[in-house]
């Protein structure tokens, strides 16, 4: 069949990515816990009747039950209740959502700002090159949960408490990207030097195309490969980042329930017998941060032809 025919479905399933996913179990099944925690996340409003920033519907008697299959459980409340009486299971999927938003966010932000330090080091060199490479060795050489915690430190000194609680996810997100850039500006460099010796840049220069338009719209889709797989496992990494500050008390206020708020306000009644409540959200977090890598490494192994046998 001519190609110009082909749907874009059939484009897919003929593709080496399609049959490759098809046939790895493990893409699959990660592929479906994330597709399920996903939806759930987003969509928790129509899929719960509990709404945990909702006071009204709260209540105190409730607070501290148990799972629905424990002796003391309700069956209303499947995975208990914490101490102000919110159901554990909409506040973990209220709380997913926002370390999803930023991790995502954080994530994109970084690979944005970190294949465009690379991309034109990568092209241009001389000494710009020299300075965003050092830059990108000085920065690596800082655990990225430090950096995190600094940037939000200098964050909290410039700004007010008030105002610092209302920005806290634009700071968290800003925090957490300015931390995993490196990785990216290192990887899209390496590539860069690959590309721009290839014939398709000589000739473009040649016929006088401009470095702007080689540069984003010859050499950049080329080098994507190796940056998403990055990105995949990155965002693991940004949403750990976001619960490792949330559980420090220097993320997100502790009126909004991310994943990692969660575990810190339970691990206060984790030895007085109320383990479900630090018990789920981190289990939760586990299960997701282990999807994503598992997709990740899929996509490495998928996408890199040097791994394939």
């Known amino acids: ?12 399933k003929d593709s080496d990515i399609y049959f490759s996913f098809i046939k790895s179990p493990t893409a699959i099944i990660s592929s479906l816990i994330l597709f ?5 996340s987003f969509f928790v409003e129509f899929i719960t009747p509990y709404n945990p920033f909702d006071p009204s519907s709260l209540s105190l008697m409730e607070a501290f039950t148990p799972p629905s299959w424990t002796e003391d459980g309700l069956s209303k409340f499947i995975l208990g209740t914490d101490g102000q ?17 930023v991790g995502f966010s954080a994530i994109i932000f ?34 990225s949960i430090l950096m995190a915690l600094l940037v939000d430190g200098i964050a909290r000194g410039i700004i007010s408490r008030e105002l610092h609680d209302e920005m806290a996810i634009y700071v968290l997100i800003f925090a957490i990207g300015i ?8 990887v899209s460099r390496a590539a860069t030097l690959v ?7 000589s000739a473009s220069t040649i016929i006088g195309v401009s470095n702007i338009i080689i540069m984003f719209k010859h050499i950049l889709p080329n080098i994507m490969r190796p940056v ?8 693991a990494l940004a949403i750990i980042a976001e619960s490792t500050l949330s559980f420090l008390g220097v993320g997100v206020p502790p009126t909004t329930p991310s994943l990692g708020t969660l575990i810190r306000l339970g691990n206060d009644f984790l030895f007085s017998g109320e383990w479900w409540i630090t ?3 981190a289990i939760f977090l586990v299960i997701l941060a282990f999807s994503i890598n598992l997709l990740g490494d899929w996509m490495r192994d998928t996408l890199n032809p040097r791994l394939k046998k």
Do not use: H
């Open 179 to 186: 931390s995993e850039w490196p990785q990216f500006a290192r």
């Open 36 to 40: 399920i925690i996903f939806f759930c």
């Open 195 to 201: 590309e721009k010796n290839k014939d398709y840049v």
């Open 85 to 101: 009486g919110r159901d554990m299971l909409s506040t973990i999927l209220y709380g997913s959502r926002i370390s999803l938003i």
């Open 1 to 12: 069949m001519d190609n110009k025919t082909l749907t874009t479905w059939e484009r897919i």
């Open 110 to 143: 970084s690979l944005v700002l970190g294949v465009f330090l690379g991309l034109t080091a990568g092209y241009f060199g001389g000494k710009y090159e020299m300075i965003v490479m050092r830059l990108t060795d000085v920065q690596l050489t800082v655990p």
């Open 228 to 235: 998403l797989v990055i990105g995949t496992i990155g965002l």
């Open 279 to 281: 018990f789920f959200p």
